[in-house]
């Protein structure tokens, strides 16, 4: 009767625990997958007002928090995720069989994130190694349309192993392990399209791999990996209902052909060699001369900027043309135009310091204005008051008064132009109307 008892486990899938409030023991199989549920609905009566009702009403956002009792951290083998604090806790892994035959403790805390209240429980898992039953043929699979969230939920992993049944017709078939593939270096996906993260789900026989998934291994498919192209496999329409399979990714691990040899692990007590009385270094310490590096460290940067230095003083200095260099370059006709402006603004800045000063040249006429005749400049005398001097003369019958002869008609009349000699031999013009 034992004996079938036994046999029944071993034909589990894989071990899926929900937690119960009296059910805190666990008998997981080393080599299997275990997976234990951390429900919220369990914990909203650990935390006031220790309803039911009431913590249904308000939803308190819960999060977990799982580690090995005297440990800050799970054991190696042991993953925890949990998506948002609105959902439940998943522990999922596959004992190793170092850790069988010995009880693995861990502690469970649940955090009220609205009342800050905690709770803490006991999960007491009993490894159990399974020596007379191994499954030599392992495959795994990456799923590419599945989150792990996913992927550990009971009728998904069913239907997974069932469609692995149907391809491989094994005796025995056991879920071993699942991996994120952020776990394995696999990148975030983007938050469009439903996109998923992937899952790596391996699985284990003791029935040889059937001819469809050692298709992957051919010559052609191998070619379209490599070229990124999707291969052909005549059992994937069997998965493809509800699971995209990356069939490049397949890795078949044949365990009868390279079997591993165990490396036993030989620890120590902890406690270091006893090797005498502790003897610290002499305090009579050579002393190092460090002005070699300071001279270095100063002469380096000085000599730098003295080289820096003396090529910009080249540069600024003897590399000028200098003046003469410069008209000689420069045309006669510009440099002449040059003078004159400077003459000009020589003249303007000396009036503007002394308002009686003679009048500048550049505003003496060039032309008579009347004969059109080439004048020459005139000079008046440095006494003559220009300041009294009145802005338009009075009409004077000068002797110089030239008239201008225009056509008298209707409305028009005879305009003289006479020259005004004041205090110097300027000319002035009169505009007037007889």
Known sequence: MASVAFCIALLLVYTIVLQVQSDRNHYPFSGVLFVHVLKREYFKGE?????????????????????????????????????????????????????????????????????????????????????????PYQAEFFVKNMNVEEMLASEVIGDFLGAVKNVWQPTHLNAINITSALDRGGRVPLPINNMKEGVYVMVGTDLVFSSCLREVKTPQNQQ???????????????????????????????????????????????????????????????????????????????????????????????????VQKRNMQTPDIQLVHHSSIQKSTKELRNMSKNREAAWPLSTLPVFNPVTGEIMPPLHHSDNCDTSNMPLMQTQQNHPLQTQLPQQQGAGQYPISVSPAITCSNHYHIDYHVP
Request: hydrophobic letters at 35%; proline letters at 7%.
């Open 47 to 135: 935390f006031p007002p220790y309803s039911m009702k009431l913590a249904d009403a308000k939803n308190d956002p819960i999060t977990f928090k799982t580690n090995l009792k005297g440990y800050p951290d799970r054991p190696g083998w042991l993953r925890y995720i949990q998506r948002t604090p609105y959902s439940d806790g998943v522990l999922y892994g596959s004992p190793t069989i170092e850790n069988a035959d010995k009880p693995t403790i861990i502690e469970i805390t649940a955090y009220n994130r609205r009342t800050y209240e905690t709770a803490r429980h006991s999960l007491i898992l009993n490894i159990m190694a399974l020596n007379d039953y191994s499954l």
């Open 224 to 322: 379209k990996c490599s070229q990124e192209m999707e291969p052909s496999i005549s059992c994937d329409k069997k998965f493809r209902a509800q699971f995209d399979i990356d069939w490049c990714k397949l890795s078949l691990v044949d365990k009868t052909k390279n079997p591993l040899v165990a490396h036993k692990e030989v620890r120590g007590d902890g406690i270091l060699p006893d090797d005498g009385e502790y003897k610290p270094p002499s305090t009579n310490l050579k002393s190092k001369d460090y002005y070699t590096d300071f001279v270095i460290t100063l002469a380096v940067p000085v000599a730098v900027a003295l080289v820096l230095f003396v090529i910009l003083g080249y540069i600024m200095f003897c590399r000028r043309e200098g």
